[in-house]
């Protein structure tokens, strides 16, 4: 049987942290007087720490003195992990672990390609770190997504090339990443967002065990 790498994103794609990153976001623009939708949030995922809270000042025509923009960007994620340590297996996104277990089973290479400085965290959190033969995050990149570095690192560590990568993405700038790496990109979520995506699905419910060794087998 081939063997192909598999690239999973964290934060909206295992674990549906990215409403948490929300709801952690909108709390601190609020606090500035800068309010942001459901769509601009679009724009947030996958996004560094650093960028966002650039984009959310943009949105607001704010700037920041360097010590209060780093002070926010604490007080942020202490929100964040206010969410994240209530977290449990139960948060897994549907058939994502059935999906991990398929792979595993089929022999493939499995990493974990997020931005998220907490990433290793909340895979020991949602109990599927054991999973994962590689894990790069957001401490081990110095270029975020829509920059290919994130995958390109993955991708070395678990020995296969970019072109036998498939990367499951939910956010338009980790599906240019896996585009950037020459790497199959498979949008989960809305086709409307993810439309430079090779693949679309709205969550892996609907990823069949046959596709995936159409994958596999390519
Ligand atoms: C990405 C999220 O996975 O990680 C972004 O999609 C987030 O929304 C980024 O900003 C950085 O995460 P963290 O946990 O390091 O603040
Ligand atoms: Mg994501």
Request: with cysteine; glycine share 6%; proline share 2%.
């Amino acid at each position: 049987m081939n063997k192909k790498g598999f690239i999973f994103d964290l934060d909206g794609v295992i674990v549906d942290t990215a409403k948490y990153h929300y709801l952690a976001w909108k709390e601190l623009a609020n606090s500035l007087g800068i309010d942001f939708s459901e769509k601009e949030n679009e724009q947030l995922k996958g996004v560094s720490r650093v960028r966002s809270l650039e984009k959310i000042l943009s949105w607001g025509n704010k700037t920041l003195p360097q010590d209060e923009f780093t002070r926010l960007m604490a007080s942020k994620n202490e929100e964040y992990l206010s969410y994240i340590n209530k977290m449990d297996e139960s948060e897994l996104l549907p058939d994502v672990k059935k999906t991990l277990i398929f792979l595993k089973m089929a022999n493939q290479g499995i990493a974990l390609g997020s931005a998220s400085k907490n990433a290793r965290y909340i895979i020991e959190k949602v109990n599927v770190k054991d999973m994962f033969d590689a894990v790069v995050d957001g401490t081990d990149v110095s270029k975020a997504k829509p920059d290919p570095e994130v995958f390109l690192i993955a991708a070395k560590l678990i020995s296969r090339a970019p072109e036998d990568c498939i990367v499951f993405e939910d956010s338009v700038a980790g599906v240019q990443a896996a585009n950037r790496a020459n790497m199959i990109s498979i949008g989960i979520g809305s086709s409307e967002v993810l439309s430079e995506a090779d693949y679309i699905f709205n969550d892996f419910t609907e990823i069949s065990e046959e596709f995936i060794n159409t994958l596999i087998n390519n």
